[in-house]
């Protein structure tokens, strides 16, 4: 079993904070491009993999409770995969390497540090609601919701035209300013409020998008709903949320199921219930009972009292993602008739002579009233 909490050095059930302190410290230890362990590159691989689990609230809370399994229980995919697939980390790497050796990564590898800002967009959550047999047996449905997009005019960049160098930072995407202290002459750097790290404006901006780069759309998406998906389950489309400068967002389904006039649902087991009338349960019979592809047949044994609970094996809702089915459980209730007949008042008087309950119970009270 991966045991992700000793890859990067912490104890099970450790915080957010330690998590993410912990993955600072190991990236920077087997990072391939500075560490001179041999295997740094898996070394590597093992860590972002932990930090990747551990750092998602959901897909930890799976790793406690089901170890190297949690990936069974994560949510839908759907699109351009699932899980974790297109995670962004909250920090990079040049702010790790910075941090804990003051060295400039970003100049060691030939890169510009520029203080630009990372857009990558944000996710999107719409919730759906099926009927009770779209959620059992899966369906298409056309979803319709609002995203911010590029604009297609200006193909995001927010001009219409030519791009310049940035006035305010000069095209170096930061601001920098000095305060004079008691101290001393203390210098700060901070992203261009002007152009937001880019280094470059619109000579003129967009008439679309008025140099914003994006815009607010209808957006139509037919999405494929899987066979036995239940209310709380969610579908992952990754790339389909809201648009940035630098990428896309996610879009995020929460499945809704609503209730249904026969069946109550418990995961892949439903449960009904029908009436049998007093001589079916005492004599036995074969009845038709409801279920998800139509009628069948359930025998009753004679003898059978209220509320006995038959299964029909393999008569449930199929598991997502596999070809075995659930259970069937029909509970019998017994109906005693309120109003009868003058001949079935007749019938039952004779029978009531001849059951062996009555002629018992009569026994066990005579023998009661005789000791006084």
Do not use: W
Request: proline letters at 3%; aromatic letters at 10%; a positive charge.
């Amino acid at each position: 079993m991966t045991d992700y909490y000793a890859t990067l050095g912490l104890a099970k059930g450790a915080s957010n904070d330690e998590i993410k302190k912990a993955y600072k410290k190991m990236a920077k230890k087997y990072h391939p491009d500075v560490s001179k362990h041999d295997d740094a590159e898996k070394k590597f691989k093992e860590v972002l993999e932990a930090y990747q689990t551990l750092s998602d609230p959901e897909k930890k809370q799976n790793y406690d409770n089901y170890g190297d399994n949690y990936k069974n229980f994560q949510g839908y995919s759907q699109g351009f995969g699932g899980g974790g697939q297109g995670q962004r980390m909250d920090f990079d790497f040049e702010d790790i390497f910075n941090q804990f050796s003051g060295m400039d990564f970003g100049d060691m590898f030939g890169r510009r540090n520029r203080q630009q800002t990372h857009d990558g967009g944000s996710n999107i959550k719409v919730n759906l609601t099926l009927s009770f047999e779209e959620a059992v047996f899966g369906t298409n449905k056309d979803l319709k919701y609002k995203k911010i997009t590029r604009c297609k005019k200006c193909k995001g960049t927010g001009a219409e035209g030519k791009l310049k160098t940035c006035p305010t930072c000069q095209g170096r995407g930061a601001e920098v300013r000095q305060q004079r202290t008691p101290f001393g002459v203390f210098q700060t750097q901070t992203t261009c409020r002007h152009c937001k790290g880019v280094g470059s404006v619109a000579e003129k901006e967009c008439a679309t998008c008025r140099g914003a780069g994006l815009i607010t759309e209808k957006e139509n998406l037919d999405i494929k709903i899987p066979a036995g998906i239940n209310t709380g389950n969610h579908l992952r489309m990754n790339g389909k949320g809201h648009d940035g400068k630098d990428g896309s967002g996610d879009l995020f389904v929460v499945i809704y199921v609503e209730p249904h006039e026969i069946f109550k649902r418990d995961n892949e087991d439903i449960y009904a219930e029908i009436p049998i009338s007093f001589t079916e349960s005492a004599l036995g019979t074969t009845v038709e009972v409801p279920t998800l592809k139509g009628k069948a047949d359930l025998k009753i044994p004679s003898g059978t009292q209220t509320g006995t609970i038959f299964k029909m094996r393999g008569k449930g809702i199929q598991k997502i993602n596999s070809s075995s089915y659930g259970d069937e459980y029909i509970k019998v209730i017994v109906e005693t008739p309120k109003k009868l007949s003058k001949k079935e008042k007749e019938i039952l008087k004779k029978l009531s002579k001849e059951e062996k309950i009555v002629k018992e119970r009569n026994s066990f009270f005579k023998k009661i009233f005789g000791k006084f």
